[in-house]
């Protein structure tokens, strides 16, 4: 069995994905052989590792606490909205 990623191209009223060559190069698959394709549509990587990491503080917390040691927000009101956006939409 090979295994590999690739994008699905349009090519002329269909699609088409292209096999490397180097992972034909150790099978016994050649030129018009016909073969059995089995697809699935790649998850969102992000949400793979969303909240797999646990950390005792939240993020506002640690957000909260890099303001206070400099004085100075590193993260503006638009960046706030952003990650929580963000948050509802891995929950």
Do not use: C
């Amino acid at each position: 069995m090979i295994e590999f990623k690739a994008k699905l191209k349009r090519w002329g009223r269909s699609f088409g994905v292209v096999v490397p060559m180097e992972k034909l190069r150790n099978s016994n698959i050649g030129e018009n052989e016909t073969i059995e394709i089995i697809i699935t549509k790649q998850k969102n990587p992000l949400k793979k590792h969303f909240g797999s990491f646990k950390f005792k503080k939240s993020i506002d917390e640690m957000l909260k606490e890099a303001d206070e040691e400099d004085g100075t927000s590193i993260v503006t009101e638009k960046d706030y909205h952003y990650f929580y956006k963000l948050r509802k939409l891995f929950k």
